[in-house]
């Protein structure tokens, strides 16, 4: 289960149809490219492709390429094989993975300004993220700007960063991590998911680079379609992205991470309800993931499904709730979704639930004092 998937303040709101958003131009229109940027992430949800190397699917090339760095900052997907492989890098604290310090380091990959906070209690000498570029989006765009790190490792796990001036990562050499495989099937999965990674960091030709050599390595690589089809919509070519997703899907029917590129680059391209149909067979797989339930929401209001985005955003909030992380930002969203089905009392009780939250951002709190006020005036009440 993911942790919330964006923290309040990038969890932006939108008025219902009907009332003006004269009010705030710059926040909707960065509500848009959030939007888009996030569903980016959607294509990066496999969470394990079939194989038979184990090396695939476990972070080993990268825990061998960490080195012994004190204090260790990390996500929850490296704590099982740190505690297995490298138990001295972990803190008492961080032995267990339900403590409060775990909860903080998640809750910081989305809140770089959480995790400034803890690496200067600390003072981190590494960052080892191994999982979904999706949790740790916001931290990787942070760490790319900051002078004081720097970029040490990349592969089809995981990035580490470290604080030293050391010479950055070599992204020139995509048989490097080919050749720790002897399957070539195997080579061009590991290229095509390190390609994935890459593509997170805005790294667009070195991803292509490892793209264009995995489908040599294996033409029917169903990740290597799909990398192609999210370095196409990266770039703008929203045709050539969707006949690549066809072709991943086409040798891969049950990808659940193809599947979720397709319902990006529809929702891209504003063919909403095709969006909302892959959407729905995304949320069917895997009903409780935080972050599909987030854009499934995002889409089913894009196409009027009001009642299942409805249905999402009281089950997010739910989750939240359970891993005690902040539902504010889903209730603006929730708040309009009642709205634009003319449902005034839920919709007020949601934003005054919001309003309560004393860490809503000021630019969120104006938006919901003006749009409660819009509904209250609509609803006489």
Not at 153 to 165: G, K, N
Not at 195 to 221: F, H, I, P, V
Not at 309 to 326: C, D, P, R, V
């Amino acid at each position: 289960m993911l942790m919330h998937s964006l923290p309040p303040q990038h969890a932006s709101a939108r008025l219902p149809r009907g009332a003006t958003n004269s009010i705030h131009p710059a926040f909707h229109q960065r509500l848009r490219l959030v939007a888009l940027t996030a569903l980016l992430l959607l294509g990066a949800c496999n969470r394990g492709p079939q194989s038979a190397h184990p090396d695939i699917t476990s972070p080993r090339l990268a825990l061998e390429a960490l080195g012994s760095p004190k204090p260790l900052f990390h996500t929850a997907a490296a704590q099982p094989w740190l505690l297995k492989e490298h138990p001295a890098l972990l803190s008492a604290e961080n032995k267990d993975p339900l403590s409060p310090r775990n909860r903080a380091f998640q809750q910081a990959l989305q809140n770089p300004g959480l995790f400034r906070q803890l690496d200067r209690e600390v003072r981190f000498e590494a960052l080892l993220l191994t999982g979904d570029v999706g949790e740790c989006k916001p931290l990787l765009e942070h760490l790319q700007k900051s002078p004081d790190w720097h970029l040490a490792y990349v592969d089809h796990t995981s990035f580490i960063f470290q604080r030293s001036a050391r010479a950055s990562w070599n992204a020139s050499e995509p048989d490097s991590l080919a050749s720790h495989f002897e399957k070539k099937s195997d080579q061009a999965t590991a290229l095509a998911l390190c390609a994935q990674k890459l593509l997170a960091l805005k790294m667009n030709e070195a991803a292509k680079t490892r793209l264009e050599r995995a489908t040599e390595l294996d033409s029917k690589c169903a990740d290597a379609w799909n990398g192609f089809a999210r370095y196409h919509l990266a770039i703008g070519h929203w045709e050539k992205a969707l006949t690549c997703v066809e072709r991943a899907l086409e040798n891969a029917p049950d990808s659940l991470a193809a599947l979720a590129t397709k319902a990006q680059i529809l929702f891209t391209a504003s063919r909403f309800a095709d969006a909302y149909e892959c959407s729905k067979k995304l949320i069917e797989a895997r009903p409780d993931d935080s972050f599909l339930l987030f854009y499934h929401a995002k889409i089913a209001h894009q196409s009027h499904a009001y009642q299942s985005e409805i249905a999402a955003l009281e089950k997010l909030i739910s989750l939240a709730e359970a891993n005690q992380a902040t539902t504010s930002g889903y209730r603006i969203y929730l708040a309009q979704a009642y709205a634009a089905r003319s449902e005034a009392a839920p919709a007020i009780a949601q934003l005054e639930r919001a309003l309560g939250d004393p860490d809503l951002s000021a630019e969120q709190r104006s938006f919901c004092e003006e749009l409660l006020g819009q509904i209250k005036k609509r609803s006489r009440r």
